[in-house]
């Protein structure tokens, strides 16, 4: 059976609670959720918004109706990106961002809007003092990756998100990496937007992502169309969350989040994290003792996200070994970041990337070290 060590691109396996809410949401209910008012409908639409309240309710966020429903987390960066930031405004990103963050950020520079970079450390910490003096004059928004998909770093959020209140800057966290395996509180961190992904860390199906946008911040939406709701106006609504969802919504997958979320509150945040940090540190210490094998180490570990390289081999070459003679999946070459690997030095290759997930064993972690070892030493 192939190890999955690919858990920070999606998540699998997902809990079997996951897969049958999934299974009854497309065979049992099938109906349009916020559309109609026979029992299927309702139902779907009860479905939908006791999901949104589990969202909230374990963001710390406290108006369900601000939680909006995307494809992924890429979606949802994108709607506060260009819908928020106008012709002439400066932005504040760190130098760990995703390609969902510094793409459209590309395209904006071209209507007038100009990113910044807040330094890191070569091990991918951003620089607090360094932020600090940025914020002033202050920019309109401030973007934050919270834990690197390409090592698991970690990044003071809290600090930053007390920084960016005092400077009366809104943040914007992208909590893809880390949804689901660190807390997180909208409220208590005033958070501006959180964005993340469905699929990865909550446990839900491909396809879903969240966006919390706080409610005193203007945000346009990407697209327009039809909401279920106040059908006689030409005008998109105002209200949230249905000025962010227009067009059928992935009934399945808000089935299949909810039961993530269960499975998460159920087993208890802090035992995944656990899980997965003590994966991680057995990795890397396994990792550690292979000669030829470079790590790529944060100061502050904050996912089971490992990334390392070998000495003479491309990684894209290990991850096809790793593949083939051991049916191991792991990813390797930029993983979207080409910042972040900018960042670490790392490019223009990248690195072999394992990621454990809540469902990885011990043995798992175990059978890719010694695979290695046993790569490397036939390589003579
Ligand atoms: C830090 C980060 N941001 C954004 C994304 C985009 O997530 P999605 O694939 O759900 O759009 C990812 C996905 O890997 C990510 O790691």
């Keep these: 059976m192939t190890v999955y060590l690919d858990n920070a691109a999606t998540s699998h396996p997902k809990p079997a609670s996951v897969y049958a809410a999934v299974a009854k949401a497309l065979a049992e209910i099938g109906a349009s959720p916020g559309r109609s008012a026979y029992r299927s409908a309702r139902e779907a639409s009860a479905l939908v918004a006791e999901a949104r309240s589990k969202v909230a309710g374990f963001f710390g966020i406290a108006d369900p109706a601000r939680v909006v429903f995307t494809k992924n987390a890429t979606e949802s960066l994108n709607v506060v990106l260009k819908g928020y930031l106008r012709p002439g405004d400066r932005v504040l990103i760190s130098g760990m961002e995703h390609n969902a963050v510094v793409r459209p950020l590309h395209r904006l520079a071209s209507c007038g809007v100009a990113a910044e970079r807040i330094p890191c450390s070569p091990r991918g910490r951003l620089d607090c003092a360094a932020l600090r003096a940025m914020l002033d004059p202050a920019p309109r928004l401030v973007v934050l990756n919270h834990a690197s998909n390409v090592n698991g770093a970690l990044q003071p959020a809290e600090e930053v998100a007390a920084l960016c209140g005092r400077a009366g800057v809104p943040l914007l966290l992208d909590a893809a990496q880390t949804a689901g395996v660190q807390p997180i509180s909208a409220k208590d961190w005033n958070l501006g937007m959180l964005a993340c992904s469905g699929h990865k860390g909550l446990l839900g199906p491909p396809g879903l992502g969240i966006l919390y946008i ?28 249905e000025r962010f969802e227009s067009g059928t919504g992935n009934l399945p997958a808000v089935a299949g989040l ?19 940090l003590d994966l991680a540190a057995r990795l890397e210490k396994g990792l550690a003792k292979i000669p030829g094998l470079k790590l790529f180490r944060p100061e502050e570990r904050g996912t089971g996200t490992v990334s390392f390289a070998v000495e003479g081999l491309n990684p894209a070459d290990v991850g096809h070994l790793l593949d083939e003679a051991f049916d191991i999946a792991v990813r390797t070459g930029l993983h ?10 790392t490019l223009p290759e990248g690195t072999v990337r394992a990621s454990v997930g809540y469902a990885t064993t011990p043995d798992e972690v175990e059978f890719l070290v010694e695979s290695l070892r046993n790569l490397l030493l036939h390589r003579g």
């Design 258 to 276: 909810s039961a993530g979320l269960d499975f998460i509150t159920r087993t208890g945040l802090d035992a995944i994290r656990r899980h997965e």
């Design 214 to 241: 706080r409610d005193d911040l203007d945000v346009l939406p990407l697209m327009e169309g039809g909401t279920g709701n106040r059908s006689e106006e030409e005008e998109q609504p105002e209200l949230c969350p």
């Design 336 to 345: 979207c970041a080409p910042l972040a690997h900018e960042t670490l030095g």
